[in-house]
T-cell receptor, first 115, second 116 residues
Framework: GAGVSQSPSNKVTEKGKDVELRCDPISGHTALYWYRQSLGQGLEFLIYFQGNSAPDKSGLPSDRFSAERTGGSVSTLTIQRTQQEDSAVYLC?????????????FGPGTRLLVL | AQTVTQSQPEMSVQEAETVTLSCTYDTSESDYYLFWYKQPPSRQMILVIRQEAYKQQNATENRFSVNFQKAAKSFSLKISDSQLGDAAMYFCAYRSVTGANSKLTFGKGITLSVRP
């Protein structure tokens, strides 16, 4: 079956504009994660969705960042009033919660450049 | 909070030779999982190998093996018979087994180049 897909692949925006990044997880995966990969940095966790439970937003860097997951499938990460420091690759991952054997499968990411 | 450290930003290896990538981590937990992920220029993160902390035996996957030293909190990746396709960024990652969030905590990665 298809893997995790993300769109757009690349996004260039102007400072102050809002952007939406989309993630389509693997069908049947109940868990979905967003990570951010900044230049010279590792990946940092942003937000986690599991089924119908309230998301874990503990990794969101500011209130300009928000995410939703509709129908337990597609997720959208929204960044409002973008800043240059938001420039990064945003990666989405999904998994089945099989307890200790859980493996996260990643999408190709969206590269965001804020001018 | 857990931290993962990859102190070598870059490494290079001759094709067909063996290379070891280092990773250390800090945690107060006794049970957890450790991973190595590969990220080629396509940006797709690919799981290379996984180690359960409660297992003493080091994990192996074909040409890839780990040296897991729990007391030293060290988790190195050995790539044998290096191939040109192994050139990529490699990330070491930690996952707790407790709590509802199975997020991964990553190191900053190491860029591996393979010389023909």
């Amino acid at each position: 079956g298809a893997g995790v897909s993300q769109s757009p692949s690349n996004k260039v925006t102007e400072k102050g504009k809002d952007v939406e990044l989309r993630c389509d997880p693997i069908s049947g995966h109940t868990a979905l994660y967003w990570y951010r990969q900044s230049l010279g940095q590792g990946l940092e966790f942003l937000i986690y969705f599991q089924g119908n439970s309230a998301p874990d937003k503990s990794g969101l860097p500011s209130d300009r960042f928000s995410a939703e997951r509709t129908g337990g499938s597609v997720s959208t990460l929204t960044i409002q009033r973008t800043q240059q420091e938001d420039s990064a690759v945003y990666l989405c991952a999904s998994s089945t919660r099989q307890g200790s054997t859980e493996t996260q499968y990643f999408g190709p990411g969206t590269r965001l450049l804020v001018l | 909070a857990q931290t993962v450290t990859q102190s070598q930003p870059e490494m290079s290896v001759q094709e067909a030779e063996t290379v070891t990538l280092s990773c250390t981590y800090d945690t107060s937990e006794s049970d957890y999982y450790l991973f190595w992920y590969k990220q080629p220029p396509s940006r797709q993160m690919i799981l290379v190998i996984r180690q359960e902390a409660y297992k003493q035996q080091n994990a192996t996957e074909n040409r890839f093996s780990v040296n897991f030293q729990k007391a030293a909190k060290s988790f190195s990746l050995k790539i044998s018979d290096s191939q040109l396709g192994d050139a990529a960024m490699y990330f070491c990652a930690y996952r707790s087994v407790t709590g509802a969030n199975s997020k991964l905590t990553f190191g900053k990665g190491i860029t591996l180049s393979v010389r023909p």
